[in-house]
């Protein structure tokens, strides 16, 4: 293994951070890893962008100048992908197919977690439990997450 090199990650005192759609991100990664640290943001996004704007995949993001990461942000807000890559097909407002990264993300998926608890669907209710809510066994999982049942409260009073 002579030929190898020793690989050494950089103290974060040494590392430049680039915010890319209001995250932080060290700009000594790759920039195909690098967006895949957004919220929303999967490697075949990230894989997407890299084909359609024409960028090297392992130019470093730091190496980019403001004009380029600028002109990536504004793809990244209007993806022209197609629809089984976005993350919000025929949404439940809009009917659109919509691609939402960030924190927007993080506030949708509240707000569907709300709805489901409030028209009281399956989902929802299991939601409401702590408990998994796609079908996974619950005999040996899960035993962490459980809440405890009214059952169990009322005989320990």
Same mark, same amino acid.
């Given at each position: 293994?002579?030929?190898?090199?020793?690989?050494?990650?950089?103290?974060?005192?040494?590392?430049? /951070?680039?915010?890319?759609?209001?995250?932080?991100?060290?700009?000594?990664?790759?920039?195909?890893?690098?967006?895949?640290?957004?919220?929303?943001?999967?490697?075949?996004?990230?894989?997407?962008?890299?084909?359609?704007?024409?960028?090297?995949?392992?130019?470093? /993001?730091?190496?980019?100048?403001?004009?380029?990461?600028?002109?990536?942000?504004?793809?990244?807000?209007?993806?022209?992908?197609?629809?089984? /890559?976005?993350?919000?097909?025929?949404?439940?407002?809009?009917?659109?197919?919509? #691609?939402?990264?960030?924190?927007?993300?993080?506030?949708?998926?509240?707000?569907?977690?709300?709805? /489901?608890?409030?028209?009281?669907?399956?989902?929802?209710?299991? #939601?409401?439990?702590?408990?998994?809510?796609?079908?996974?066994?619950?005999?040996?999982?899960?035993?962490?997450?459980?809440?405890?049942?009214?059952?169990?409260?009322?005989?320990?009073?």
């Amino acid at each position: 293994m002579e030929g190898k090199k020793d690989y050494k990650r950089k103290k974060e005192e040494d590392v430049i /951070l680039v915010r890319v759609l209001g995250k932080d991100i060290r700009g000594d990664i790759k920039i195909r890893s690098a967006l895949t640290k957004v919220d929303g943001v999967s490697w075949a996004i990230s894989n997407a962008v890299c084909k359609v704007l024409e960028l090297d995949q392992n130019v470093k /993001l730091q190496d980019f100048k403001k004009d380029e990461l600028k002109k990536i942000e504004e793809f990244m807000k209007n993806l022209e992908v197609p629809s089984f /890559l976005k993350n919000r097909q025929n949404d439940l407002e809009s009917g659109e197919d919509l #691609h939402i990264s960030g924190a927007d993300l993080k506030l949708r998926k509240e707000f569907d977690i709300k709805r /489901l608890k409030k028209i009281r669907s399956y989902k929802g209710v299991r #939601h409401v439990a702590g408990l998994p809510v796609r079908g996974q066994r619950t005999k040996a999982n899960f035993r962490r997450n459980r809440k405890p049942s009214v059952a169990a409260a009322k005989k320990k009073g």
